[in-house]
């Protein structure tokens, strides 16, 4: 069930990723669009390594969760 909720996440966060470089007016996808559309690499790095930071730490948060239900139900 965690590894269906893990994966499930992931693919959650490259659809919202996906759906705002398409067609929105504002968040981290949209923010790598502008961007790169104004040769900003610093602003381009910031957007990545926040999607990284926010991606491992929604990651890490379903580990702690899936550690203590295996401590409560195994």
Do not use: H, P, Y
Not at 44 to 53: D, E, G, R, T, Y
Request: charged share 20%.
């Amino acid at each position: 069930m965690f590894s269906g909720l893990r994966l499930a996440l992931a693919q959650s966060w490259l659809f919202l990723v996906a759906a705002e470089l398409l067609a929105a007016a504002e968040g981290l996808g949209f923010l790598l669009t502008e961007s790169q559309s104004n040769g900003r690499v610093d602003r381009l790095l910031l957007a990545i390594v926040l999607l990284a930071v926010l991606g491992k730490t929604t990651d890490a948060l379903l580990g702690l969760v899936e550690r203590k239900a295996l401590k409560t139900w195994a």
